[in-house]
T-cell receptor, first 114, second 118 residues
Framework: AQSVAQPEDQVNVAEGNPLTVKCTYSVSGNPYLFWYVQYPNRGLQFLLKYITGDNLVKGSYGFEAEFNKSQTSFHLKKPSALVSDSALYFCAVRANTGGFKTIFGAGTRLFVKA | GAVVSQHPSRVICKSGTSVKIECRSLDFQATTMFWYRQFPKQSLMLMATSNEGSKATYEQGVEKDKFLINHASLTLSTLTVTSAHPEDSSFYIC??????????????FGPGTRLTVL
């Protein structure tokens, strides 16, 4: 069965500092991995995805994520946080064995302080 | 880009009434749409997968007679909450898969519908 863990309910970081939002996953076979961001009372916005290839994936708004197969992790990173990055971030995984069912993590709230 | 709309964005209804929520893919065809429910400060819970022209596939624990899903066209899926009760109050989000893309691509999400049942 697929599962996604986001071990931190909230991450606090000062503006200008690097940020990391953690995600680990469990899936049969090779995974498709995604990060989404959600602002209050809004749907999810796609940030980036890993399908295959380079383990470092670059996405929207300066975010990137590194796929680590041995650690089954897909942490989201940004070199310099902005106050406007404050939002709820979801990691998601989908098995590549067919089907389209995507499982979401519990979400991590990022708070960037000016 | 791929845009998914939901209507209404907010709805307040009395207990016992039914509410219909629409999900539309505006610039692409979606043979598959998904309905999620999100409780405050919680993740998205997949309720059902909606396939155009066929019956929806419900996740375990989701009452199919309570949450009626219809996917009559390639651009429209509807979720009807029947005989709504206060515990059905939640944020409902739909997403759509672009039929023209591979299965490894992201889903496109609607902005969500906030349902409040009094």
């Amino acid at each position: 069965a697929q599962s996604v863990a986001q071990p931190e309910d909230q991450v606090n970081v000062a503006e200008g500092n690097p940020l990391t939002v953690k995600c680990t996953y469990s899936v049969s076979g090779n995974p498709y991995l995604f990060w989404y961001v959600q602002y209050p009372n809004r749907g999810l916005q796609f940030l980036l995805k890993y399908i295959t290839g380079d383990n470092l994936v670059k996405g929207s708004y300066g975010f990137e994520a590194e796929f680590n197969k041995s650690q089954t992790s897909f942490h989201l990173k940004k070199p310099s946080a902005l106050v406007s990055d404050s939002a709820l971030y979801f990691c998601a995984v989908r098995a590549n064995t067919g089907g389209f069912k995507t499982i979401f993590g519990a979400g991590t709230r990022l708070f960037v302080k000016a | 880009g791929a845009v998914v709309s939901q209507h209404p964005s907010r709805v307040i209804c009395k207990s016992g009434t039914s509410v219909k929520i629409e999900c539309r893919s505006l610039d692409f065809q979606a043979t598959t749409m998904f309905w999620y429910r999100q409780f405050p400060k919680q993740s998205l819970m997949l309720m059902a997968t909606s396939n155009e022209g066929s019956k929806a596939t419900y996740e375990q624990g989701v009452e199919k007679d309570k949450f009626l899903i219809n996917h009559a066209s390639l651009t429209l899926s509807t979720l009807t909450v029947t005989s709504a009760h206060p515990e059905d109050s939640s944020f409902y989000i739909c997403s759509a898969r672009d039929s023209g893309r591979g299965s490894y691509n992201e889903q496109f999400f609607g902005p969500g519908t906030r349902l409040t049942v009094l």
